[in-house]
């Protein structure tokens, strides 16, 4: 059973300052998604990293795929209070395209 | 809107009944996943779906639960005798293709027994 673990579980900032999240498996994973979700609405995606190493940018927002494609990272920098919201790693193996979630990292970002 | 549609947003129901849950993926896609988000818990994946063909349904409970994408109309996840650990939400997504392709959520139906 292919794990994705987050860290930090939880993550309350104020505005302005910047943030790591980390997403890590033992496992390899053809792609990663990382997703943000709003109360009571779906995940909406933010980005997807496919090759080992790659970093794209989003504005703020920093996502690096490792280079063995078993972990992923998320920095927002000079963070927002319209950031807050739990953000999720997801992994696709590629074989069945179905996506492994992460537990999770709520952020709340506070003026 | 083009993005995935579920529907109902919200669905109660009484132990023993049936609940059918509905969703339209984006236009073009022809994959459809459903998901299942536990209080408290991340996204399990439940099936994944093409067009008139279930191509894993690893993630599905053994008994009371069945998934269907017809060649016309939504794809539909129901829920047979239903018991108060079905509450949940379920959220459906759809991708232009397997493989890389990023899948996008619906708004999800948020499932509660009474």
């Given at each position: ?13 104020q ?63 000079a ?9 999720l790693?997801a992994?696709?193996?590629g074989?069945?395209?179905?996506l ?5 990292t ?6 | ?63 009371r ?32 293709n ?17």
């Open positions: 059973t292919q794990l994705l673990e987050q860290s930090p579980q939880f993550l309350s900032i505005e302005g300052e910047n943030l790591t999240v980390y997403c890590n498996s033992s496992s390899v994973f053809s792609s990663l998604q990382w997703y943000r979700q709003e109360p009571g609405e779906g995940p909406v995606l933010l980005v997807t990293v496919v090759t080992g190493g790659e970093v794209k940018k989003l504005k703020r927002l920093t996502f690096q795929f490792g280079d063995a494609r078993k972990d992923s990272s998320l920095h927002i920098t963070a927002q209070t319209g950031d807050t919201g739990l953000y790693c992994g696709d193996t074989t069945a395209s179905k492994t979630f992460g537990t999770g709520r952020l709340q970002v506070t003026l | 809107n083009a993005g995935v549609m579920q529907n109902p947003r919200h669905l109660v129901r009484r132990r023993g009944q049936e609940a059918r849950l509905r969703c339209s993926p984006m236009k073009g896609h022809s994959h459809v996943y459903w998901y299942r988000q536990l209080p408290e818990e991340g996204l399990k994946f439940m099936v994944y779906l093409q067009k008139e063909n279930i191509i894993d349904e690893s993630g599905m409970p053994k008994e639960f069945s998934a269907e994408f017809p060649k016309e109309g939504p794809s539909i996840l129901r829920i047979q005798q239903v018991v108060r650990g079905d509450s949940a939400a379920y959220f459906c997504a759809s991708s232009l397997q493989g890389n392709q990023p899948q996008h959520f619906g708004d999800g139906t948020r499932l509660s027994i009474l």
